[in-house]
């Protein structure tokens, strides 16, 4: 494929956390783009793994980014041009369980890439990811921008408000823009993503994976949090701006090293309910019952993004509407599960090419 202008042909590309859901998705969609890929993540513990489905047979490095001495050992090793920092603990009520651990994941784990990626001296540019979670959250109507104030309520979302300061920091510290291209050569940006789904997610305690293992098994899916307001959209809508902003940074365009939004129009803005309520009508098989829990931990009813930042400068916006993300989604699902089909590559393939007729700007 010729998209994002062949910058990732034959570039080392470093992903950490390429086991997971997005990262697996994006080391296929790297791999299709022409990249020498490696991955650093710890071992997938979801059965299905997507990753595995894709048999992808990039090289990888099975390790935790709270493991200093091996990450700095892949880094001097592989000696990466671009860095997509996926790595994480991404779970709210997880965060609740194991509170240290997801601060040292989100916090400290990225600062060691971050260092690793300057001892090696190779990395040009630095995409990390963070969430839409990472801003102080008033549960109002209107999307929070990227200057709003940072925040957090769980240990997740706190976590990662964190890691932005830290990652700030860097770029203050070590990366200053004004010092480019003279006593350094690197660009860190953030990007913030809201709810995603696609194909191959089996994590737990996530709605769309919830459902679908239900699906599979006919019985019920429980679902908690029915009137709960999210961001939804397909994993490839944020993914497309994280390499759109790779290609910037690698260009060496640094007024791309900042904070991003990438979230969806207003109609990719609803209610767990009528998420659910699409899904069932996009396969009949998906049964739900909403029974919620009074003692469950605290989590956001209500966030938005503004991406207004994104779709003027970088030209990315969402290709799929709502209701064509469903439609994709389930479509995935019910292929496997009847079939045994992976069409994660058909997925990229009709995303670039709708993508292009949308004017999506670098792609």
Request: glycine share 10%.
């Amino acid at each position: 494929m010729d998209a994002f202008g062949n910058i990732y042909r034959g570039k080392r590309v470093l992903v950490t956390g390429h086991t997971g859901f997005k990262g697996s998705w994006l080391a296929l969609w790297l791999k299709e783009l022409g990249a020498e890929m490696m991955g650093y993540s710890l071992p997938c513990t979801t059965v299905p793994s997507h990753l595995d489905l894709l048999k992808l047979g990039t090289r990888e490095v099975l390790g935790d980014i709270l493991d200093t001495e091996l990450l700095e050992k892949t880094f001097a090793d592989f000696q990466p041009e671009i860095v997509f920092h996926l790595a994480a603990q991404p779970l709210v009520r997880e965060s609740y369980r194991i509170p240290a651990l997801t601060f040292s994941t989100n916090v400290t784990g990225s600062v060691n890439v971050y260092e690793a990626a300057r001892k090696a001296g190779s990395t040009k540019a630095v995409v990390s990811i963070t969430t839409d979670k990472v801003y102080h959250n008033n549960e109002w109507e209107w999307g929070y921008r990227e200057g709003d104030r940072f925040g957090g309520y769980d240990p997740y979302s706190a976590s990662k408000a964190c890691a932005e300061i830290a990652t700030a920091s860097y770029r203050d510290s070590f990366w200053n823009l004004s010092e480019f291209g003279k006593s350094h050569g690197t660009l860190l940006c953030t990007a913030r993503a809201g709810n995603v789904v696609g194909g191959g997610d089996w994590a737990a305690d996530r709605l769309i994976p919830d459902l679908m293992r239900a699906a599979a098994t006919g019985a019920a899916a429980s679902i908690r949090n029915p009137n709960s307001t999210r961001p939804w959209q397909h994993v490839l809508e944020p993914l497309c701006g994280y390499l759109l902003l790779g290609r910037r940074l690698l260009e060496g365009k640094k007024e791309f090293a900042e904070g991003w939004n990438l979230g969806p129009d207003e109609d990719g803005v609803v209610p767990v309910r009528e998420v659910v309520a699409r899904m069932e009508s996009a396969w009949d098989k998906i049964k739900v019952e909403f029974t919620p829990d009074p003692n469950a931990p605290h989590e956001a009813r209500l966030l938005k993004l503004d991406c207004a930042k994104a779709k003027s400068r970088l030209g990315w916006k969402p290709v799929w509407n709502g209701l064509e993300t469903v439609e994709v989604t389930a479509s995935w699902y019910r292929a496997f599960i009847e079939s045994g089909k992976v069409n994660s590559c058909a997925d990229i393939e009709r995303y670039v090419r709708e993508a292009r007729a949308a004017g999506i700007g670098g792609i």
